[in-house]
């Protein structure tokens, strides 16, 4: 059976910025967690800020993390503008989904 993912909690993250700060390494740190230490790079990499690498603020980090996360999961629909304004123009005029579905 795979794996199971589990986000870093804030508090996780506030747990590596101090070790960070502390100069602990990456796999000591992934042992004080119970997490692999590819993953304590991972967060590093993926959410410390864009403009100053090293430098990790773990609030700023649980931030970025759950905007993409929230982000992720919606995906636009009728990307195609010509498309979306005829849907919106049947839809107003009464059309059920299903016949704008079988007129596009």
């Known amino acids: 059976m795979g794996r199971k993912f589990n986000r870093m909690s ?19 740190i992934g042992k004080e967690l119970g997490r692999n230490h590819s993953s304590i790079s ?6 410390a800020p864009p403009v100053h690498k090293g ?8 931030e ?3 905007v993409r996360n929230r982000e992720s999961h919606q995906r636009p629909r009728l990307k ?3 498309i ?8 107003v005029k009464g ?4 016949l704008v579905a079988g007129c596009i």
């Open 80 to 82: 195609d503008e010509t």
């Open 42 to 47: 991972r967060e590093l990499n993926i959410n």
């Open 10 to 28: 804030l508090e996780e993250r506030e747990y590596i910025g101090i070790l960070l700060a502390k100069g602990e390494s990456l796999r000591s």
């Open 95 to 98: 059309w059920s989904p299903e």
């Open 64 to 66: 970025r993390s759950v």
């Open 55 to 62: 430098y990790y603020l773990a609030h700023k980090a649980h």
């Open 84 to 91: 979306r304004d005829f849907v919106c123009e049947k839809i």
